[in-house]
């Protein structure tokens, strides 16, 4: 069983890491929001957001090629529609790429640099490849 999870504006992460703990319940969690785990299949992103997720979308938005997987000629997506995953967000830009072990590795540079116990302050981080790999068996995509 999984539990997944962004900080967004909440203040009690620690409390709903130790309830899920307690229950057995595997975490899946960004921070400051799932859109983190998106722009990593993008680009290498090592600042924090300051716990705002405003920037981690916007960041989105701009990787190029992202806009035009929602189809149109419009070079821009709206803030409702880039919370919908695409498939061709996914899709590696060259046959020997895989964006999900990119982004599995630099997730994983995130989660060596957080510091201390607290995850609310672990800005930005994500383990969502956790999630993706053991929840839905999902190894490349």
């Not at 229950?23 to 960004?30: H, K, L, Q, R, T």
């Not at 189809?71 to 020997?96: L, N």
């Not at 957080?114 to 190894?139: C, I, Q, S």
Request: charged residues 20%; contains cysteine; hydrophobic residues 40%.
């Amino acid at each position: 069983m999984w539990c997944l999870f962004d900080r967004d504006e909440h203040k009690d992460i620690a409390t709903a890491f130790a309830r899920a703990r307690k229950a057995g319940v595997n975490i899946a969690y960004s921070h400051p929001c799932f859109e983190l785990w998106r722009l990593l299949h993008y680009q290498n992103y090592t600042s924090g957001f300051g716990g705002a997720c405003g920037s981690a979308a916007a960041l989105l938005k701009k990787q190029p090629g992202f806009a035009a997987t929602y189809g149109g000629r419009g070079g821009s997506v709206s803030t409702e529609q880039a919370k919908y995953v695409k498939p061709k967000q996914f899709a590696a830009a060259t046959p020997d790429q895989n964006r999900f072990e990119q982004a599995k590795q630099y997730a994983a540079r995130l989660g060596g640099a957080r510091v201390g116990p607290n995850p609310a302050l672990w800005d930005p981080y994500t383990d969502v490849h956790a999630f993706v790999e053991d929840g839905l068996g999902v190894f490349k995509y």
